[in-house]
């Protein structure tokens, strides 16, 4: 019954709710140990949301880190290859997604982060009930960052990082029921390079390339079309890089942060959406998204910090044309003296 189920839902024009999955979501506190949200991308994963450990910034030895985040995605527009479409079925499709972190500085150049979120979905008119939203916990994230370059240039300071990641589910979600699947359902690893270039006026420059690489998702079909008959349940999910720029300044005596960010994303493989049918793990997906990010940390409640930020997708292939909302809270302190 639930093949059955399955094949008729593929029969009608659905779209993916996920932006390409990032990777992952990292907590830092700056020189004078104020923590910091590093945000970010693509659902990466995006997710998060996108969102990416792409901050120069590094937590101190013996000190821990944990966030609270929550956000909300939206739209009822898609790219059905490069031709934008109307969410005519499903009318406007709905993410919301709590994110639990921590973060723990390890030594003074090398931090090591985990996460997991929670995620639901839905739409405004399913269909008079024939297409139920999901839910649960997606995947389970681990990241250490290295930062190998730290010097101060004239005016300013140069710093060089890098970071490995890797994710896996850690439920058993259905990736292939989209827009409504909280995943893409594979394991992915993540490698990462940063710079930034850090003025004496507090003002910063960033950018940051990622190669994401991605398994195999298993469907509950024994057949699916991927430029090509496949008689498997095995989806090859498309790897993928990312480039970012963002241009920040820290305000107030660092009690504030602001950027403004940049985010594309292009699959290195994959197929478009075909006509009259849904999206699936191995469409190919690229992204244009920009975003608005701040940060404040209260100095008379040390350690204690909220943020927030909004993310559009401008542009892109095979995916929604989405619009995220989110805010949430930091708090760090040495775990050992």
Not at 71 to 76: E, G, H, L, P, V
């Amino acid at each position: 019954m639930k093949k059955f189920l399955l094949s008729k839902l593929s029969m009608c024009r659905i779209y993916q709710v996920q932006e390409q999955k990032l990777l992952f979501l990292t907590l830092v506190p700056p020189s004078k140990k104020i923590a910091s949200l590093l945000f970010a991308a693509m659902y990466l994963s995006i997710s998060l949301q996108a969102q990416t450990p792409s901050d120069a910034l590094m937590m101190n030895s013996k000190q821990i880190c944990f966030l609270l985040d929550y956000n909300y995605s939206s739209f009822d527009n898609y790219w059905e290859g490069e031709l934008k479409r109307e969410n005519q079925t499903i009318a406007m499709v709905k993410r919301n997604s709590i994110l639990s972190m921590v973060a723990v500085g390890i030594l003074d150049n090398l931090n090591f982060y985990a996460g997991v979120p929670y995620i639901k979905t839905e739409s405004t008119h399913p269909n008079g009930g024939k297409f139920a939203g999901a839910s649960g916990f997606q995947d389970l994230t681990v990241a250490l960052k290295y930062r190998w370059l730290n010097k101060q240039l004239g005016n300013g300071r140069l710093a060089g990082l890098a970071t490995i990641g890797f994710s896996i589910p850690v439920s058993q979600y259905l990736p292939d029921y989209m827009p409504y699947s909280i995943g893409l359902g594979t394991p992915e690893l993540s490698y990462r390079a940063i710079l930034e270039c850090r003025h004496n006026s507090d003002w910063y420059l960033r950018g940051a390339g990622t190669y994401l690489w991605r398994g195999y998702a298993k469907a509950e079909r024994e057949y699916y079309y991927n430029n090509g008959s496949y008689y498997t349940p095995w989806m090859d999910v498309p790897s993928a890089i990312t480039a970012e720029a963002v241009i920040g300044k820290w305000l107030f005596s660092d009690a504030l942060q602001i950027e403004l960010s940049y985010l594309g994303s292009r699959s290195l493989s994959g197929d478009d959406i075909r006509p009259y049918n849904p999206p699936q793990p191995t469409n190919k997906v690229h992204m244009d998204r920009v975003g608005v990010f701040a940060h404040y940390f209260f100095p008379k409640l040390k350690g204690l910090g909220f943020l927030a930020y909004h993310n559009r997708i401008v542009a892109g292939r095979n995916v929604p044309e989405m619009n995220t909302t989110g805010f949430g809270a930091t708090y760090f302190f040495n775990y050992r003296k």
